[in-house]
């Protein structure tokens, strides 16, 4: 209104002020997530006393009362049983990890060409951790030497040949396995569960019907069951003299048991994306597979990581069946090191695996802290 005082009006935003004292700090956090409810404190006073209870003797036998050095097991073991422990058996025999620790992380493989998983290990890391950064360029050719070329190069320096000296898969094992059998299905199983995915979703009856048969035989069976099929059935269907490297059926058999997972995954994230998007495609003249490629795939991967990455922890943890096949990894070369009379005590097996666990718990731990900073750095609206 002309004439009228607009002096009151402000021109300038006011600043942010301050958070009540009784919402910030440590006593806000604890009332708002322990002491919440009287169910709250209840169950808080529940868990405060068992930690209380649990955490010291944990802490005794894992830290405090634990061997840390020794070359047999009479460090670990009792007078009574020809050991130098005077009153009862140690904590942790962390002296028998440190004594293994080689065949844990390698089997068996030779001493003298441990230098050849070691370099395959530093260039996987090399090579992945460009990919896991968002801001660093290049992601395309940086995928191609760690899914292409890596592999290719990897296989030469561990198997041998070409002036290298030949080392039996049998030979190999310990965590080196696992994360080879890890890797090959996780580089495996995400674009073969794409392709499922998409063929289950197929209006084309054929592809359809073989996709969904796929997917829910494989499902409907144990991967203990595919394991044995791998390794024991196969080599029946081959003409005769040929022959297929246990750990490629290994490989084979987690790929498949993985790839029929992620194909309901990501099915999932394909039913998630809003009719529109499709539509949208369409009316832009964009063809079936530029459509998937560029709309619908992101936003359904993007949808579903947390259950992509569950699947890879599965997967991951999985691994350890393959010693029922006759195969040594992390845990099945922790298992197999029981058997040494140098070092057979009572605490040496729950040692042994208790550092197996928190290997594993390591790997599965940092896969699922990468996936939720992915769903932040991803988050365009759909979080609530």
């Known amino acids: 209104m002309s004439g009228s005082n607009s002096a009151y009006v402000r ?9 009540p004292p009784g919402e910030r700090g ?4 604890l009332r708002k997530n322990l002491l919440a409810t009287p169910k709250d404190i209840v169950l808080t006073i529940i868990a405060v006393a068992f930690l209380a209870w649990a955490l010291p003797h944990l802490i005794n036998w894992l830290f405090i009362q634990a061997v840390w ?3 047999d097991r009479t460090f670990c073991a009792t007078a009574v049983q020809g050991g130098i422990q005077p009153d009862g058996w140690s904590g942790a025999c962390w002296a028998f990890v440190n004594a293994k620790f080689d065949q844990f992380i390698f089997g068996r493989y030779p001493i003298g060409e441990r230098w050849r998983p070691t370099i395959v290990g530093a260039l996987f890391v090399l090579l992945l951790i460009p990919i896991l950064i968002p801001k660093v360029p290049r992601k395309g050719l940086n995928a191609l030497i760690l899914f292409g070329a890596l592999p290719i190069f990897s296989f030469w320096l561990l198997y041998g040949g070409f002036g290298l000296e030949i080392v039996e898969t049998p030979l190999w094992g ?7 059998l ?26 359809r019907i073989v996709c969904v048969a796929f997917i829910e035989i494989i499902r409907g069976i144990p991967l203990i069951t595919v394991l044995f099929m791998a390794s024991v059935m196969l080599p029946l269907f081959l003409p005769t003299g040929w022959t297929v490297d246990k750990l490629l059926r290994a ?17 999932g994230g394909l039913q998630a994306i ?40 599965g997967m991951f943890k999985d691994t350890s069946l393959v010693s029922i096949i006759g195969m040594f990894d992390l845990l099945g070369i922790v298992r197999l090191n029981f058997s040494d009379a140098n070092w ?5 097996p729950l040692t042994g695996l208790v550092f197996a666990g928190f290997v594993f718990w390591l790997f599965c731990f940092g896969m699922s802290r990468y996936s939720s900073f992915m769903e932040r750095h991803l988050d365009t609206g759909h979080k609530r």
């Open 11 to 19: 021109t300038a935003i006011l600043a942010a002020e301050p958070a």
């Open 26 to 29: 440590a006593m806000a956090w």
């Open 69 to 71: 050095q020794g070359s």
């Open 174 to 180: 310990g965590l080196m396995v696992t994360l080879v």
């Open 182 to 207: 890890s890797f090959v299905g996780i580089a495996v199983s995400l674009p073969f569960g794409i392709v499922l995915a998409l063929g289950r979703r197929s209006s084309m009856p054929v592809i």
């Open 251 to 267: 490989l084979i058999g987690v790929a498949i048991f993985a790839s029929a997972y992620m194909a309901e995954v990501i099915r």
């Open 274 to 313: 809003p009719k529109g998007q499709f539509e949208g495609a369409d009316s832009l003249g964009l063809g079936y597979w530029q459509k998937t490629r560029l709309i619908v795939l992101p936003q359904a991967i993007k949808l579903v990581i947390p259950g992509i990455v569950n699947t890879f922890i």
């Open 344 to 348: 057979a005590s009572a605490v040496t």
